[in-house]
């Protein structure tokens, strides 16, 4: 059963740092586009960062450059995305996708605030 769960999300102040979490199963990280997605109220999902198959490129969409970073550890089948710098308006609910099998994480919730 393909399954991907979020975790790492939480309350940081402008200038923090917090590292979110996608464990998967059924289905290996490493052979698969691997996605980070965000939607904050009132808006559409955005993509953040993405990490290819293999070698692991990767991209990002445009607000998050030069802060956020997208990695994998394929012993534990597990992508990650590390935000530094954040700021208000990273507030959002981050999810994790898998597009080739068409799954999504549930989601966890990022807010930066004083």
């Known amino acids: 059963q393909v399954q991907l769960v979020d975790s790492g999300g939480g309350l940081v102040q402008p200038g923090g740092s917090l590292r979110l979490s996608c464990a998967a199963s059924g289905f290996t990280v490493s052979m698969n586009v691997m996605s980070w997605y965000r939607q904050a109220p009132g808006k559409g999902r955005e993509l953040v960062a993405r990490i290819g198959p293999a070698g692991g490129s990767t991209n990002y969409g445009d607000s998050v450059k030069g802060r956020f970073a997208i990695s994998r550890d394929n012993a534990k089948n597990t992508v990650y995305l590390q935000m530094n710098s954040l700021r208000p308006e990273d507030t959002a609910v981050y999810y994790c996708?898998?597009?080739?099998?068409?799954?999504w994480g549930q989601g966890t919730q990022v807010t930066v605030s004083s």
């Open positions: 996708h898998a597009p080739s099998v068409g799954s």
